[in-house]
């Protein structure tokens, strides 16, 4: 999209010392195909949410109905410090039902690609530069803070967005939101498009990114390098189609790189899981940050080195205290003798380096066929197994 393409001609490194990310897990998040909250639900995650320390949380669309707008409302009374945002398409029905939800911030998505204009509203890109100025003059005048948002504008013509930001800022909005509503672009792409849009409009600028192709925190990472200070992310991920940056991953990776967040990393643990049960999504064991494994060793060599100093093979901006968690170590196929010998003592169990050894062909076959990390009572009942054989011996030699 915009030239050069090699990493040398980048502008200079603009990342701020600290963003703001704005949860958009009830609108964005509940429109994953599938996923629909209750209202107790989308109460016990704004709650996490608010917590957990995000700025802003988008409520949900207002243009659904009355009831919606009612659910909206509650769902606002439970914020003590995150600002609720409503979304709105480009049509005056929805500023005047957001107007009804008591919200005074609201976001206006505007289509900006060609594909879009013309093959979802039959309209051209006139059309969209007057219906952004009335509208969020309009909202302005009404008393709302406005943000725009840019949709699918990693298809758009890059002249277009500069054009429109320009039109949104006259007429008093507050950002500029660069959404990749289709997941197109990659970390390089997504830095050019900040950066010189960023060089060619006042507006501060939001990235909202979809995971289409893996890369949605990636590219939110790259957006915030490149100048972005709103960054619009989900928990877990979630999202429509593959889903969009997941605010565990994007919160952490900018802590650990000195970007304050303002997140409370130890709430993230408990804010995914309500998350995941809420939306019936059960999060993958290997899920970065929040994840049933991710702080579990089994491999002989890293367990034997994490025991004699922990930092070898963890990091301490993705320590596992860090996020309210503890270190596991499993015992599986690829144990070796140290951590074999740590989990028999904390099972209260004969903890030789000899027994150790001799369990070794056993907890490989268990491994193999169990498909799971070996309990206490797995060890236990291999070393039962291991005994076995000197009673029959001892019996067979008359000694019993």
């Known amino acids: 999209m915009f030239a050069p393409t090699h990493p040398d001609a980048f502008p200079p490194h603009t990342a701020a010392s600290r963003v703001a990310l704005c949860d958009t897990t009830l609108r964005d998040g509940e429109q994953t195909a599938g996923v629909a909250f209750s209202l107790p639900e989308k109460k016990a995650i704004a709650r996490a949410l608010d917590r957990a320390g995000v700025a802003e949380i988008e409520v949900g669309i207002a243009a659904m109905g009355f009831d919606e707008v009612a659910e909206i409302r509650e769902v606002m009374a439970e914020l003590t410090q995150a600002v609720p945002v409503v979304w709105c398409r480009l049509r005056m029905h929805d500023l005047d039902m957001a107007g009804k939800t008591g919200a005074r911030r609201i976001h206006f998505a505007v289509p900006t690609s060609d594909r879009q204009l013309q093959g979802k509203l039959k309209a051209d890109r006139d059309w969209a530069l007057r219906e952004t100025a009335a509208l969020v003059f309009c909202a302005v005048d009404r008393g709302f803070e406005v943000s725009v948002g840019a949709e699918d504008a990693s298809r758009a013509d890059p002249d277009f967005l500069v054009r429109l930001a320009e039109v949104a800022a006259a007429a008093g909005a507050m950002r500029f939101r660069i959404a990749d509503t289709l997941g197109i672009l990659d970390p390089m ?5 900040v950066a010189e849009l960023g ?10 990114a979809h995971n289409d192709f893996g890369m949605a925190t990636a590219n939110t990472m790259m957006a915030a390098f490149a100048g972005a ?3 619009s992310v989900t928990v877990n991920g979630l999202g429509e189609r ?3 940056a997941a605010l565990e991953e994007v919160g952490a990776a900018l802590e650990a790189g000195g970007i304050a967040t303002g997140l409370d990393l130890r ?6 899981q309500i998350v995941a049960t809420a939306s019936g999504r059960a999060l993958h064991v290997s899920k970065p940050i929040t994840g049933a494994m991710v702080f579990a ?8 080195a994490i025991l004699k100093q922990a930092d070898t093979y963890e990091d301490p901006r993705c320590a596992p205290a860090r996020f309210g968690r503890e270190r596991q170590f499993v015992i599986g196929k690829h144990s070796g003798t140290a951590g074999l010998r740590v989990a028999l003592a904390a099972a209260g169990l004969p903890a030789t380096e000899e027994i150790a050894l001799r369990l070794k062909p056993l907890l490989r076959e268990h491994a193999v066929r169990a498909k799971r990390p070996a309990t206490g009572d797995d060890l236990a009942e291999m070393i039962s197994r291991l005994a076995r054989p000197i009673l029959v011996s001892c019996r067979e030699g008359g000694l019993a």
């Open 199 to 208: 060089s060619r409009t006042d507006l501060p600028l939001e990235i909202h």
């Open 189 to 193: 792409a997504t830095y050019r498009l």
């Open 242 to 244: 593959a889903g969009n």
């Open 229 to 231: 200070r709103h960054l």
């Open 297 to 304: 060793h089994e491999a002989g060599i890293h367990v034997d």
């Open 267 to 272: 709430a993230l643990p408990a804010l995914s």
